[in-house]
């Protein structure tokens, strides 16, 4: 018989964040909660829409990427069976009683463009200002790991094509959170342990290694 490990919460969260994870990505609670956010669909609460955007996105990579389509040929056979069908559509429904076709008004909305431009403006800024703060130089460590990731990031980005790591940036983002919050405790639990093993043998080089470097006679003597 299968036996299942539990682990309990006392080890800290990812990230060292105190909200839900829900809360974290942007979610909104009260009255806002019936008003579909980036929260809700990353966290799979409207599996239609994410699976939508999951769907849009891996026939997006297959056609341009697999199927190796150019974007022009394909938005040029888009609107001509667009344009075929709805040429059809209203011509057919005077004969068949059908309603007459309507461009959804989501798509022509100008609320709903400002606010996707807001949005990313605003995700844009947070961005710049958090590199930002880290390039000043105030916290090292930081700055040390930022530079290390990105260089590991255009590593990883050399190997892939633009729209692979587009796609793959999609697919980890519309799967990874919603697995982290179904298995948080156990993923804290194993971020946690591999954190303090990590700190014990960062310990051990720096009295083992980096300690025996002979320094400057203007250097401070370890404590």
């Known amino acids: 018989m299968a036996t299942t490990m539990h682990y309990g919460h006392s080890a800290p969260r990812l990230f060292g964040r105190e909200r839900t ?3 974290a990505l942007g979610g909104r609670r009260g009255a806002d909660t019936h008003r579909l956010n980036s929260a809700d669909i990353i966290l ?18 297959g056609l341009f990427e697999v199927a190796e389509f ?8 888009a609107a001509m069976i667009s344009m075929l069908v709805f040429f059809i559509w209203n011509n057919a429904s005077s004969f068949f009683n059908l309603p007459v076709p309507r461009i959804p008004e989501t798509l022509l909305s100008e609320r709903a463009t400002r606010q996707a431009i807001q949005d990313g403006h ?8 958090t590199l930002y703060d880290i390039a000043c130089g105030k916290d090292i460590k930081m700055f040390i790991l930022t530079v290390l ?8 980005a050399d190997c892939f094509s633009s729209l692979t ?4 940036v999609v697919l980890g983002t519309m ?12 993923v804290d639990h194993l971020v946690a342990r591999g954190v303090h093993d990590l700190r014990t043998h960062f310990a051990d080089m720096d009295s083992g290694v980096l300690r025996k470097i002979p320094r400057g006679a203007g250097a401070a003597a370890p404590k």
């Open 149 to 156: 990731s990105l260089y590991i990031a255009s590593v990883i």
């Open 21 to 23: 994870l829900h809360a």
């Open 175 to 186: 799967t990874l959170p919603a697995l982290y919050e179904r298995y948080d405790s156990e």
């Open 44 to 61: 799979w609460r409207d599996k239609r829409a994410s699976a939508a955007i999951l769907g849009a996105a891996t026939a997006a990579w």
């Open 122 to 129: 605003r995700r844009l800024s947070r961005v710049v200002e």
């Open 70 to 77: 150019h974007l022009l040929t394909l938005v040029c056979y």
């Open 165 to 168: 790591l587009l796609y793959l």
